[in-house]
T-cell receptor
Framework: DAGVIQSPRHEVTEMGQEVTLRCKPISGHNSLFWYRQTMMRGLELLIYFNNNVPIDDSGMPEDRFSAKMPNASFSTLKIQPSEPRDSAVYFC??????????FGQGTRLTVV | AQSVTQLDSQVPVFEEAPVELRCNYSSSVSVYLFWYVQYPNQGLQLLLKYLSGSTLVKGINGFEAEFNKSQTSFHLRKPSVHISDTAEYFCAVSESGTYKYIFGTGTRLKVLA
């Protein structure tokens, strides 16, 4: 398996634009997580899905953020409209029940 | 609610010296514990994990950690570090049977020549 695949690796966008980050989890994994990493706040759990269902989205900063998992092999994190304070590295991770989380390489988002 | 504390934000150590990175957690139920390593511009990679059984856990790259339930700690150790161990290390906890991982703030290990 190629591991968790995220795209794009880098994204630069202007304030107010919509941004969509994509994630392909490891085949067979039933849990998927979106994390945000910044120098100030470290690693923050934004949302996690179990069997494609959002279980906990309490970490989603505000209504500008939304996440979907239409099937077991794909998830998106959307920010609309984007703001400079959204600049961060966004990680997707997947896991099996009681197993460790496997992380993607991350998407470095810069909002100017 | 569970939480993870990594008291040391940075740890400088000379090459071939031993190192210990500290991690304490709080949880009212049984937990699974993990250590991850992050090299610059990369994702997190699992070093080792404790799910149950022996409290001394051995991982990759010569690292090990010991689960101490009474002290709610899961400190990471390596007897002799290399320059290539320079990275950021994250401790994480998840409550047994749940899918939610909580990460500490990370410890930046800098190995000096």
């Amino acid at each position: 398996d190629a591991g968790v695949i995220q795209s794009p690796r880098h994204e630069v966008t202007e304030m107010g634009q919509e941004v969509t980050l994509r994630c392909k989890p490891i085949s067979g994994h039933n849990s998927l997580f979106w994390y945000r990493q910044t120098m100030m706040r470290g690693l923050e759990l934004l949302i996690y899905f179990n069997n494609n269902v959002p279980i906990d989205d309490s970490g989603m900063p505000e209504d500008r953020f939304s996440a979907k998992m239409p099937n077991a092999s794909f998830s998106t994190l959307k920010i609309q409209p984007s703001e400079p304070r959204d600049s961060a590295v966004y990680f997707c991770a997947s896991s099996l029940l009681s197993g460790e989380a496997f992380f993607g390489q991350g998407t470095r988002l810069t909002v100017v | 609610a569970q939480s993870v504390t990594q008291l040391d934000s940075q740890v400088p150590v000379f090459e071939e010296a031993p190192v210990e990175l500290r991690c304490n957690y709080s949880s009212s139920v049984s937990v699974y514990l993990f250590w991850y390593v992050q090299y610059p511009n990369q994702g997190l990679q699992l070093l080792l994990k404790y799910l149950s059984g022996s409290t001394l856990v051995k991982g990759i790259n010569g690292f090990e950690a010991e689960f101490n339930k009474s002290q709610t700690s899961f400190h990471l150790r390596k007897p002799s570090v290399h320059i290539s161990d320079t990275a950021e290390y994250f401790c994480a906890v998840s409550e047994s049977g749940t899918y939610k991982y909580i990460f500490g703030t990370g410890t930046r290990l800098k190995v000096l020549a």
